[in-house]
């Protein structure tokens, strides 16, 4: 759904009208007049440098393609702004953080953290608004990511089998033999952490599923095998970051893919019982490979069995302190919650802490964003999920020939990356983190921009 506002129009006017007065310069300007180039430069820049750089250096990146989008709406002909029914979601969400923040008693500290959250929304609807007009380009970025988590896949697999030295205490050995410990892959991503690696391979493997079906609907054969392989090292990647959460994430993608992919043969291919056949075959393929995995790597299964031991886990110990903790600073702060990020977090949960439990967050997303801006914040965050997946769902479902395969894909692998993220984020907060949301909303942002397309298409706008 297409929002309509006035505010809207008067917005989109203003843009025209220094559109119409910059034209002349735009056209002599080697700069201006590839703009569009250049912003999907550092689209691409900016995922490439979340692999290896410091958070503050990644976020140069990202500001350079919101400034670049500034530039754009005011100099490029035609360029405007579109908002659909979840972006409305997302930006009542980040008007209650933007109240939180001011309101937090520790307001400094709140407005650095804030400042995170103009960083990441704005770039989702920068990059929202520039593969609106070319969505041609969305494949490029699904080929880089996929590269991008075939390497860090490679390097997780050569750690775990070099033996990589542990740099911190994240495996609970009481319970389990000492060769039975998985040497916990933490790829290049700073800072190092096998939970943070885990994060990002959930994200960032929809991309490969994605990239692989484009392939597929192009009929280029030989290159999708390169993209099964990718799949199957980015898979067994997550297993050996020893991350139960990034664990359960894979295996929502998983059960998302076979939801979906079914429904699109539902929808798209009634009639065709020989693919349905194959189908079926793949499924049951897919579950043999699991179990066959489970058989053949104890330290995985034993991993995965840690989930359910609870307080006997020394990890999972830790995080139901610190939920029940973080349950009484949201209680206490339920309507406009603390403020925003780590510091805030880390000045008033000292007031509510078990000795010697010290955190840096509530390892929860949903429980985070509670904590930090209250219950209305997260309403309006889940309004914005439950929207997206709405419409996405809709889209893909959609049958009269108006939204083509190649769309649903997209669509289809930015469910997925919600699916995966959201449920590691019920155990952990790499959500966070800028590796992973620079890749999360890019997702979420090329699904915006073709929901966007086809609906102004419909509505005979383009």
């Not at 506002?5 to 917005?11: N, P």
């Not at 610190?322 to 000045?347: K, P």
Request: glycine fraction near 6%.
């Amino acid at each position: 759904m297409i929002i309509e506002s006035k505010l809207l129009e008067l917005k989109n006017r203003y843009y025209a009208f220094f559109q119409n007065k910059l034209e002349k310069i735009v056209n002599n300007s080697l700069i201006l007049s590839k703009i569009d180039e250049i912003i999907l430069l550092f689209i691409g820049l900016t995922l490439f440098v979340s692999t290896f750089m410091q958070s503050d250096n990644i976020a140069v990146f990202a500001i350079t393609v919101i400034l670049l989008t500034f530039f754009k709406l005011h100099t490029k002909k035609g360029a405007k702004i579109v908002i659909t029914g979840f972006d409305a979601a997302l930006i009542v969400y980040f008007l209650i953080c933007l109240i939180s923040t001011v309101n937090s008693t520790l307001v400094a500290q709140s407005i650095h953290g804030f400042l995170k959250t103009v960083i990441y929304i704005f770039y989702y609807f920068c990059i929202s608004n520039y593969f609106q007009t070319n969505q041609s380009k969305i494949k490029y970025i699904l080929f880089l990511l996929s590269g991008l988590c075939c390497v860090e896949g490679l390097i997780a697999l050569y750690q775990n089998f070099a033996g990589v030295e542990q740099i911190s205490t994240w495996q609970d050995s009481r319970y389990i033999n000492p060769e039975d410990a998985i040497a916990r892959a933490y790829g290049t991503l700073k800072p190092y952490n096998p939970n943070l690696l885990g994060g990002y391979l959930v994200c960032a493997i929809p991309c490969v599923i994605a990239s692989g079906a484009l392939l597929l609907i192009e009929k280029h054969f030989k290159t999708l095998l390169i993209s099964l392989a990718i799949f199957l090292i980015t898979s067994l990647a997550v297993f050996v970051t020893g991350s139960r959460g990034a664990y359960l994430g894979l295996g929502a993608i998983i059960a998302g893919l076979v939801i979906l992919v079914t429904i699109i043969i539902n929808t798209d291919f009634k009639t065709q019982e020989k693919l349905k056949s194959v189908w079926h075959k793949v499924v049951a393929a897919l579950c043999a490979a699991f179990v066959l995995l489970l058989i053949a790597v104890p330290k995985i299964t034993k991993r995965i069995l840690s989930i359910f031991i609870l307080r006997g886990d020394s990890s999972t110990s830790f995080r139901m302190n610190v939920y029940n903790s973080s349950w009484h600073m949201f209680c206490d702060n339920w309507l406009l919650g603390i403020g925003a990020g780590n510091q805030t977090f880390r000045e008033i949960y000292g007031l509510y802490m078990l000795t010697g439990f010290d955190a840096l967050s509530t390892y929860s997303v949903p429980l985070e964003i509670a904590v930090e801006a209250g219950i209305f914040a997260l309403i309006a965050f889940c309004v914005f999920i439950l929207w997206f997946v709405f419409d996405g769902y809709k889209f893909i479902t959609n049958n009269d020939n108006t939204n083509s395969l190649a769309d649903k894909v997209i669509v289809c692998a930015s469910i997925l990356t919600i699916l995966g993220v959201m449920m590691h984020g019920m155990f952990d907060t790499i959500y966070f983190r800028p590796q992973v949301q620079f890749v999360f909303w890019t997702m979420i942002a090329m699904a915006s921009a073709v929901i966007v397309k086809n609906n102004l298409i419909e509505n005979n706008e383009v």
